[in-house]
C-alpha cells in the first residue's frame, strides 16, 4: 500500500535539524506501543529542486 501515513495521538512524524549537514533535516517517525497491525513496509520520499530520494524499512516482529 502506498498511501501516506496517518498521524495520531499513537503515531507521530516530527523533523528536527541535522547538525552533521548545513542544509539537512532529519525526519522521524515515532511508533507508541506498536503492534503487529504496525508491521509492514515504511517508506520516506523526499522531493525538492536538485530531486528525489526515497528509503524504506521494514518493521518486522518475531
Not at 11 to 21: F, N, P, Q, V, Y
Not at 30 to 41: G, L, R, S, V, Y
Request: charged share 35%; with cysteine; glycine share 4%.
Amino acid at each position: 500500500d502506498e498511501s501516506p501515513l496517518k498521524t495520531d495521538n499513537r503515531i507521530k512524524l516530527s523533523t528536527e535539524k541535522d547538525s552533521s549537514e548545513p542544509d539537512g533535516t532529519i525526519l522521524l517517525l515515532e511508533i507508541n506501543d506498536p503492534t503487529k497491525e504496525d508491521q509492514a513496509k515504511y517508506k520516506c520520499v523526499v522531493k525538492n529542486g536538485e530531486g528525489r530520494n526515497e528509503q524504506s524499512l521494514n518493521l518486522v516482529f518475531d
